[in-house]
């Protein structure tokens, strides 16, 4: 009886120590073979009821925000993601399916890690082969990442044979560490807990929301957008945080009509205001006040090209409405389900320089003769880089013919018929190397004669030298169908909206050109932009929208 008593009670403790048993393994990341150098150790601490997948940044509360965790709970089968979004803001997602929903394929081949026999067993994920080699000789559960956290203790995770996560280290814990545990924290769904998460990686500046930018002699501004040209420019003033050289920045745009049927020019831009004249006093003075350029055609430009005591715009993005998203989706057709709106949205990250630190102001135009005109937003995201090197680069805005006061009175960009073309000077600073132009061009004259429609070099000169020609185009228009439905129908088959034109289709952006310049010296340079515009017919004549901005490196 003592005996049986005896092995029951060694049984009994053996147990109770088993089931306390906690271990913390360390993983190391190679790709291609070699160990990804400065590598954030990854840790696992593991019991018999819940896991703790963590980092050693995390541990010394020395990551930068947001950072995450994963918990593994084996006793419910629930996975738990803990985001610390800031400093006084945490999140808790949980997944309960996750571990019933992962699939694998066992294979009877066996390998030693750390002197313990695993086994493999593989999955795919988004088209990602994934091996898994786990062990049952500790007699826990656990990996470095959420796939096979329940076949066992997961020594190395393989994905495509080149990324590899394997177990440098077990060490045998005595006690269960006090963060071993889930905290009591704001709980979220799945969806929620991304959206939340992702906000959180970047800066959003929220310009302009679902705001109506239309034809009509009442618009009025308010305490925070400014509304020009009969309510077809909005503008408001916005505080830039500090933003690091190589963050990647991007702007944004939504839009849908709201009673417009036409395919227009959109552009979002900056208003320089470093000059005794900007492009806002033309705004709240009238087009009459900005510089005038003259090429000898006999016509006066206002407000187009830069010069001594003026900055003109520095265009942002350009875009095109397409026929009547959303406001005519009525129009059906057999087999097309129309989009609800049209999004935009183009890397600006050149533009560092005049955005960091700074407080500016931004505009958005749609040109329309519409009373009901258009819906759009405008969101600035920024996504810090880690470059804390300070360069100081310089951008020099040098041109913009695009009529952004069209509706006030600002006349088309017609220069470009006669030898002439656009022509100007600029000044570069000392100090500055390896010059590019970034430059935006699109043809109008919407009839068949029209530059819209015909291929037309654009070439550009510096100190009368060509540096760049190129015939702006774009031939897939027509995959942009789904975003006009007001587009007109021809009778040979084809949508208006499927046509061809010089460097836009209906509902998109276009792209500027980054043309390398070289070594620019200090001093006085020429611009001189030609391009070969069409003869007007009748009422009907042709345009060049153009802009232009330097940038030079320290």
Partial sequence: MKKTLFTFFAFFIISLSFAQKTIKVSYQRSYNGKLIENQ???????????????????????????????????????????????????ILGQDAEALGKQKFEFSTETKKILGYVCKKAVTSVNSNRIEIWYTNELGLKGGPGVLGQD??????????????????KIETLKTIPLFLKIPAVQTVDQ???????????????????????????????????????????IVRKVKFPEIKKGSAIFADV?????????????????????????????????????????NGNGKKY????????????????????PFGVKH??????????????????????????????????????????????????????????????????????????????????????????????LEMTFEVPEGYK??????????????????????????????????????PWRTDCGSYRLSNPASGNFGNGLSSSDLSR??????????????DLGNLSAGKHTIHVSIPMGKPEGTSSSAWNVSGFLIGEK
């Avoid at 076949?151 to 440098?168: D, F, K, W, Y």
């Avoid at 407000?303 to 350009?318: A, Q, S």
């Avoid at 836009?504 to 500027?512: A, I, K, Q, R, S």
């Fill in 254 to 294: 939504t839009q849908q009509s709201n009673g417009d049927a036409y395919d227009r020019t959109g552009s979002v831009f900056m208003i320089p205001t470093d000059k005794k004249t900007s492009f806002l006093d033309g705004l709240k003075n009238g087009v009459q006040t900005l510089p005038v350029y003259e």
């Fill in 40 to 90: 954030d150790p990854l840790f696992l601490y593991t019991s018999k009821d819940l896991s703790l997948i963590t980092t050693d940044k995390i541990m010394q509360k020395k990551a930068d925000f947001p950072f995450e965790q994963t918990f593994v709970d084996f006793n419910t089968k629930t996975i738990f993601q803990l985001a610390q979004l800031t400093v006084n803001k945490s």
């Fill in 434 to 471: 390896n010059f590019k132009l970034s430059y935006t061009t699109t043809g109008h004259g919407g009839w068949e004669n029209g530059d819209e429609f015909l291929q037309k070099k654009n070439t550009i000169f510096i100190d009368n030298k060509e540096v760049f020609g190129f015939t």
């Fill in 302 to 321: 206002q407000g187009v090209v830069g010069t001594n005591d003026y900055t003109p715009l520095l265009e942002m993005m350009r875009f095109f409405t």
């Fill in 191 to 233: 969806l929620t807990y991304k959206d939340l998460l992702w906000k959180s990686r970047f800066v959003n500046i929220a310009v302009f929301n679902k705001e109506q930018i239309h034809f009509a002699g009442d618009a009025k501004s308010n305490d925070s957008i400014f509304r020009f040209a009969s309510g077809t420019i």
């Fill in 151 to 168: 076949l066992g203790l997961v020594l190395e995770t393989n994905r495509n044979g080149n990324s590899i996560v394997t177990a440098s």
């Fill in 502 to 515: 010089s460097n836009w289709c209906p509902g998109t952006t276009t792209n500027p050109n980054l043309i």
């Fill in 328 to 421: 005519f989706n009525y129009l059906q057709l057999k087999n097309k389900v129309w989009q609800d709106s049209v999004f935009y949205r183009q890397d600006i990250s050149l533009l560092q320089p005049k955005l960091s630190n700074q407080e500016v102001y931004i505009g958005m135009f749609i040109g329309n003769y519409d009373a009901g005109g258009h819906k759009a937003s405008l969101n600035i995201s920024i996504h810090q880089g880690e470059d804390n090197n300070e360069k100081g680069d310089f951008i020099l805005p040098l041109f913009n013919t695009l009529n952004v006061m069209e509706m006030a009175g600002q006349d088309y960009a017609t220069m470009f018929d006669n030898e002439k073309g």
